[in-house]
């Protein structure tokens, strides 16, 4: 009787496993019409203008205030930019009273914007006080990838020369 018992509910765990394993949903194929797929992009690259990150001049980075951050892949498609972390580091130069010598104190401010460029009062604000040696960082720069896919793209630092 044991023996009819185990092998009996040994027949319903497999009928039972074989059901679940038939009911599965099957993956949506992507059309042709869309770039866009489920894969994660293999490679991104922030830019700001042209520019990704480097050292410019500050007649050329004054120029570019007014530009949108940019983010492709490896295959030159254009992202939408949703949001990015912006940072100023502003240096002045200040005579220390204990020492008496000269040093550079960094000031930092930032904010963080929901869209593609700097608003225009930052923009204004900037170009009224951008010296050599400031550094920009745009950093958490977010796209869309798909409608339902946001990814973080790489950070760019611009030096001011």
Known sequence: MLKHLSAFIFLLLMINMSTFAQSGKKPVPATKASPVTNKRPTKLRSSWGLFLSDTLPKSQVVKLLDSA?????????????????????????????????????????????????LPAL??????????????????DILIEYAPDKLYRAPSLRIDVK
């Open 69 to 117: 951050l940019v983010v492709r892949d490896e295959k030159n498609h254009l992202y939408q930019v949703i949001s990015f972390a912006f940072t100023y580091e502003q240096h002045q130069p200040y005579l220390n009273d204990t020492t008496g010598q000269a040093a550079i104190y960094k000031d930092y401010t930032g904010d963080n914007f929901k869209t593609s460029r």
């Open 122 to 139: 930052w923009s204004s604000r900037l170009k009224e006080n951008l010296q050599q040696g400031d550094v920009l960082y745009f950093d």
